[in-house]
């Protein structure tokens, strides 16, 4: 009974080592295989200014954040009533992307932007025009408030 044992103990070992060892090996080519963070465009190489603008028309100061991917975002910073925000973005002619660069110039591709008040960011979302070619004009007003914040591209931004 125990050399029985030994025997099945023994080929289950074997039979699940190799695969086991094919799995930590990788595949064929694994020279292709995805890297993490590996695919991150850096730079501005490729890439030319666009300067998102936005008015606050409000009576009170107005956050907004960038819409990054999947569930990340990135705050932009504040206005106050009466004032603006500008944020710095690279615009990729080619493809039409807008990008943020984080402190170690990695493009973070935008997805979307919103305003609203500090206590609800997410109240008003800008129509952001993602198109190739030169850079797109990026000059909003936000105005109104609560329910009724409407954040509209300004006449002549093109």
Same mark, same amino acid.
């Given at each position: ?8 103990? /023994? ?22 295989? *995805?890297?993490? *963070? #590996? ?18 028309? +409000? ?12 569930? *990340? #975002?990135?705050?932009?910073?504040? @206005? !106050?009533?009466?004032?603006?925000? +500008? ?16 402190? /170690? ?8 932007? +919103? =305003?609203?008040?500090?206590? @609800?960011?997410? !109240? @008003? %979302? ?5 198109? @190739? ?6 000059? *909003?007003? =936000? ?9 509209? %591209? ?5």
């Amino acid at each position: 009974m125990a050399g029985r044992l030994r025997a099945t103990l /023994g080929f289950l070992v074997r039979a699940l080592t190799l695969p086991a060892l094919l799995v930590l090996a990788g595949p064929a080519g694994a020279e292709d295989a *995805y890297v993490p *963070y #590996s695919g991150i465009e850096r730079g501005i190489e490729g890439t030319e200014p666009a300067t998102l603008t936005v008015q606050n028309a +409000t009576a009170e100061p107005l956050a907004c954040t960038a819409a990054l991917a999947h569930w *990340y #975002s990135a705050p932009l910073g504040q @206005a !106050a009533p009466g004032g603006r925000l +500008t944020v710095r973005l690279r615009h990729d002619p080619e493809t039409g992307a807008l990008a943020l660069l984080n402190e /170690g110039q990695d493009r973070m591709p935008l997805e979307g932007v +919103t =305003c609203g008040p500090p206590d @609800a960011p997410h !109240a @008003a %979302r800008l129509a952001l025009p993602f198109r @190739a070619g030169l850079a797109p004009a990026l000059a *909003y007003r =936000c105005a109104g408030g609560g329910d009724a914040l409407a954040c509209d %591209r300004l006449e002549g931004a093109e």
